[in-house]
């Protein structure tokens, strides 16, 4: 017996677009992320019967509410702890001031990732920390059904990397985009990865 785990990133937002950093603001999905959420919504509807749950920031729940319609308008429950990483006072900055401004945190972001701590946020560490656990208890509480989580960029790696047994630098080496899937199937002794980063559902 085990959890089938479907890990969804939500939709573009214009941050994403505008390549700004997003932590846990209330940013809306643009056109474009409403798309990729009613094309995630389009694929996902074949694995019901389904238990969905979602972070609470705006973006991943626009995008739960999409999969809700679609699956025959059931209930997206809320998980704090899938949310995105709380990147503090980088929030809606772009990538090159932050080498500007926080030159110091950068070159620890550079040498040391899963540690680091965002000035006023959290850490990699923290993000998988709080991610696994909700996982694992996902996994007691709905063991042999299908489970699908809308979350973020830096929580579907950290989760994956926990899966897999992967050093958590190593986050780095795995790519999620916006609107992707994400599988793994969690036993009692073995955990799987079944799918990552799917996106050919996209743009349907």
Known sequence: MALDLILVRHGETE?????LIQGLGAVP???RGREQAEDAARL???????VLYTSPLLRAAQTAEAIA?????ITAIELPA????DVGE???????QLRELFPEVMRQWDENPAETV?????SMLSVQSRAWRAVRNLATAHESETVIAVTHNFTIQAIVCAALDMPLKSFRKLRTDLGSITRLRIAQTRISLLSLNETC???S
């Not at 996902?44 to 389904?50: C, I, M, S, V």
């Not at 980088?90 to 090159?96: I, P, Q």
Request: net charge negative; glycine share 24%.
């Open 15 to 19: 941050w994403n677009r505008l390549g």
């Open 29 to 31: 999905l643009n056109s």
């Open 44 to 50: 996902l509807r074949g694995e019901a019967p389904f």
């Open 69 to 73: 319609r679609r699956a025959g308008g």
């Open 82 to 85: 899938l949310s995105e990483m």
């Open 90 to 96: 980088f929030d809606g900055l772009e990538g090159a």
């Open 118 to 122: 965002m000035p006023g946020g959290e």
């Open 201 to 203: 559902h996209l743009g």
